[in-house]
């Protein structure tokens, strides 16, 4: 998939320029100067050679075949190069050209057009309005980026083109090496789930990266993303994730971001690592392309100073990494070949004196005990410390064992060399050990992921027709909200327990149905016209026997007629009075990207202070809800503090289930809560009490 | 020739829908049908001509070719009040009989629109009772139904005295979805025994407050930037875009068919409107949009205007047009019909009126 942009056998720059200094000059010349092995056309009607090769008017006229086309001409003129590159049978597009989308009203139509085109003729296209793309393994740069990175593995994929640059350039300078490197500029075409399906197989590239403001289709997204994950890390920066940001997002792309609690559910669900910056970007990424996997979270610590050793052992313990224990053997090993004065537990402190043999010996022990699975090394530059001789050994031996070995060599101007040997060796250095720790985190949270089947959706038994029949009328009727009693059918229909509830319109009625509930019940004024029914004391909790509940109808009926005369009165509802439990919340919200959001958090009057709650993208796993569960804070109180006995948790992973299924049935639902549910002990169940929903208007008809 | 006199009980209750909507019906069923509104106090000006805009659009909704003047012959406005108090008004049931009898001529339907309450009318000799007397004419009363059940039973109740056997009946307008069941059981049977025969219970929509684009760009100023097309399209509610925009999303799926107030600097809220169902932005503060919003909207469907005022002053203009609605556009007309032909009872007011339906 894509070949034709990563492997082409022939490429074509449509614009090439005579003269240096033009974007179709730079191109041109780039796919050369880095030793691209295919056929190379110039495209340029007003020039018969350019850089030694023949020059031609058009594609048409071009002899053989042509795999890539690289657009690098005004915009205006970009559709019909387009239909010749259509009717060359060209493959793959990367238009460079910028006025697209990005520049206004023409440039959008501009840009429809040209995406007609590539449509009707079957070309696939980057771009416009990109900076290139470069795949080292092939090799060819097809940018008018200065510079081509070093042969590597990790594969990058940008939204903004200048990031591009910038990273590009400090590659460069830290000789970093990728396998791909693609500016997807307005992403007309091609965008993040096509190249996450294109490298998903790719044998150079160990790991992809990526950046990215918005996503057009975050359902199709989450779909490729978990797939890739099962074998290949995926990292990603995704900008725009305050308010501001949002906006700025916005104006940027033309799309209604997601919201941020939907990535971070997303990513989460489908085992994409979110960095938080660039930096992260690269601190995770190089871990993953230089390292081997990381197979447990116990981490050992070799290092020459005391101060960032404990930092690191911080950094492990709060990101619920492990420091590892170690065995007898290897406390042995280190306490023959060490001083006295060094720390033979984990961390491992080789004290400051060490040179580099010491370190030897040390790494080579932890490496070799079973219960080690990654290893930081932590170098100051002390007095007598053997910088260069310590980043050899290091490197020799990290490559013996099959574990990850990450660096943290300290410093910048003494250790440089060192760091320089680390690199030579495929060793990530990170400045300071928290960095460290968090690239090893990452790498434990990606092979965990693997390890995770893939989530099973449960389907329960439910009245799907009746539901339909509600949403149908309350559409016919031009509502998005629904009723009372619609909730309750609903709630019913797909299993969910409510309180038993019946409406009575004599006073006989209504002690008949008390009766038959069972005492305690609750009695609330039923009137379609009064909303806030508490208000005017409406409702009475905790009604206690026959006689109270023949008092109450009457005033109940009486308040109702005294407050609102014209209200319209059918009776009072005497309803199951449900035993106090724990309160929690389940709530969706559709997002435009990613559909129905789901919420889990505790409920109750404090649940807008604490906010307390998680998210996940619908539909969800069994272990997913139980995972939500785990997530909130208040999991504890769930559990049962100081003797409580717990409450039904099970009871909650089945709410969370079936209102899953329910949303996903009906993606008519755009917002919908359960609050509260009150949860009782284990296996007593859990009671809907109040419920609310907002339908999506109907399809415009236009 | 059979006549129909349309009134109601409160103002904006709905005679002119009715107007339109029975007018036609006849029509369609082959009746040459005229229409007079014996009594106005209103008068707009059009360019030079003073001229009731209704009466010209009743005109037009029921293809009449009589002259804005005739279907409208008497005109209270303050300087004729005047001269009716000091004793010197002329012979206002005998304008009224005269235009009648000329507007009538060949017609086998009259359909006279009545004052907004039986007694309008009354100080000029032109009040409901009379002028049913005058013309033979049977009286329909609309009621909307916006107030308690008691009050419209009373006014029904107390119309039903004033006419007698005048009174054809009534329709019940407007009424609250959630109360048509009790309406439909309880009210209409109530009336039905006390000889008021209901011909229909009409429920509320908010289409027939709803206002068009058009229109409000008239009340804000705003210039239509994208898709002036739709400036007959219907909006029927009215929201303020100033939040962050995970909120707007929820706020704005709450309302259908609106318009969304929101500065031109503020794309998330305008995207937000754009995904739930919007008719219209309206982006204040002389802002242009950017290019992508535009686009999508113009995908989407939705007009956008830009306005000078600020959010402020432009909510305040808006809300003004907002219940002050007319009634006769083709939407609405064509809606009111549908309704007509689902909840009216055309056959038992055709038996009433000895009318025979078909052509």
Known sequence: ?702 | MITLYITSTTPYAGKSALCVGLGRHFQKNGYKLGYMRPLTTVKTRIGECVVDEEANLMRQSLGLTNHVEAIWPVCLDAPAIEAVLRGEGPDYPKIVMDAFVELSKGKDIMILEGGSRCNQGLGVGLAADRIAEMTGAKVLVVAKYDVSTVIIVDDLLADKARLGDRMLGAVLNGVDRQRLDFVQELVVPFLEKRDIPIYGVLPLERLFASVSIGELAEAVQGEIICRPDLADELVENLMVGAMSVDSALTYFRRKLNKAVITGGDRPDIQLAALETSTKCLILTGNLRPNPLIISRAEEAGVAIMMVKHDTMTTVQLAEQVFGKTRFHQEKKIARFESMLAERFDFDRLYRALGLRKGP
């Open chain 1, 1 to 702: 998939m894509l070949k034709a942009f990563f492997t082409p056998q022939s490429v074509a720059v449509i614009g090439a320029a005579r003269e240096p200094g033009k974007l179709g000059y730079g191109v041109l010349s780039n796919i050369l100067k880095y030793g691209y092995t295919g056929q190379v056309y110039p495209i340029n009607p007003k020039a018969d050679q350019i850089l030694g090769l023949k020059c031609y008017p058009t594609v048409l006229d071009v002899p053989g075949p042509i795999e890539l086309a690289i657009i690098v001409i005004p915009n205006k003129f970009v559709p019909q190069v387009m239909e010749e590159c259509g009717k060359k049978g060209v493959q793959g597009a990367i238009i460079i050209s910028a006025g697209f989308r990005e520049s206004g009203m023409d440039g959008i139509k501009l840009e429809h057009q040209v995406l007609d085109i590539a449509k009707r003729y079957g070309i696939r296209v980057v771009g416009p309005n990109c900076l290139g793309i470069i795949s080292t393994h092939t090799p060819l740069n097809a940018s008018f980026a200065a510079g081509m990175p070093p042969k590597g593995s990790i594969a990058f994929m940008s939204q903004s083109g200048a990031l591009c640059t910038a990273i590009l350039d400090w590659a460069l300078a830290k000789e970093i090496g990728f396998s791909h490197f693609v500016s997807l500029g307005n992403k007309a075409d091609v965008d993040e789930v096509d190249l996450l399906q294109a490298w998903k197989d790719d044998k150079h590239s160990r790991v992809i990266i990526v950046y990215m403001e918005g996503l057009r289709d975050g359902q199709k997204f989450m779909e490729v993303a978990r797939q890739v994950t099962q074998h290949t890390p995926v990292i990603a920066v995704k900008s725009g994730n305050t308010a501001a940001g949002s906006r700025a997002v916005s104006s940027h792309t033309g799309s209604l971001a997601g919201s941020e609690r939907a990535y971070q559910a997303a990513f989460h669900q489908t085992g994409v690592l979110r960095a938080t910056s660039i930096e992260q970007l690269f601190d995770y990424s190089l871990a993953f392309a230089y390292q081997p996997e990381l197979k447990g979270r116990n981490i050992a610590i070799v290092t020459n100073a005391g101060g960032p050793g404990i930092m690191a052992t911080d950094a492990l313990e709060s990101s619920g990494m492990k420091l590892a224990t170690l065995e007898p053997e290897t406390i042995e090993t280190l306490r023959q070949g060490l001083p006295a004065a060094a720390n033979v537990y984990n961390p491992v402190d080789v004290i400051g004196d060490a040179l580099a043999d010491r370190y030897e010996h040390a790494l080579k022990a932890v490496l070799q005990d079973k219960n080690v699975h990654g290893v930081l090394v932590i170098l100051t530059p002390q007095v007598y410390t053997q910088i260069e001789e310590t980043a050899e050994v290091v490197g020799r031996l990290a490559a013996l064992y099959g574990k990850p070995v990450l660096a943290c060599f300290m410093g910048e101007e003494k250790v440089g060399p060192g760091i320089k040997i680390l690199n030579r060796y495929s060793i990530p250095n990170y400045p300071f050990p928290e960095r460290a720790v968090g690239a090893f985190r990452a790498m434990a949270a990606f092979s965990e992921r693997r390890q995770r089947p893939a989530p099973q959706y449960e389907r329960f038994e439910v009245d799907r027709e009746r539901v339909a029949q509600i949403f149908a009328r309350a559409r016919s009727e031009g509502r998005v909200t629904l009723g009372d009693a619609e909730s309750r059918e609903i709630m019913e229909a797909y299993g969910l327990r409510i309180p038993r509830s019946i409406l009575a319109r004599t006073v006989e009625e209504a002690v008949e149905a008390a009766d038959s509930i069972g005492y305690p019940v609750v009695m609330k004024i039923a009137s379609p016209d009064i909303l806030h029914k508490s208000d005017i004391g409406g409702v009475r909790l905790n009604v206690a026997n026959a006689e109270q509940v023949r008092d109450l109808f009457d005033l109940l009926i009486f308040r109702a007629q005294r407050y609102m005369p014209e209200a319209q009165i059918w009776g009072v509802l005497v309803q199951e009075m449900v035993a106090k439990g724990k309160e929690v919340i389940i709530g969706v919200n559709r997002d435009p990207q990613f559909g129905p959001l789901l919420m889990f958090g505790l409920g109750g009057i404090y649940v807008e202070v604490l906010k307390d709650v998680t998210f996940r993208i619908a539909p969800v796993s069994r272990e997913e809800a139980v995972e939500m569960i785990d997530e909130i804070r208040s999991y504890h109180l769930l559990r049962g503090v100081r003797g409580e006995k717990p409450s039904d948790l099970d009871a909650i992973v089945d709410a969370i289930l079936r209102v899953s299924q329910l949303v996903t049935d009906f993606p008519e639902i755009v917002e919908m809560d359960i609050n509260p549910l009150m949860v009782h002990e284990a296996g007593k169940g859990a009671v809907a009490v109040d419920m609310r929903f907002v339908l999506k208007e109907k399809e415009s008809e236009e």
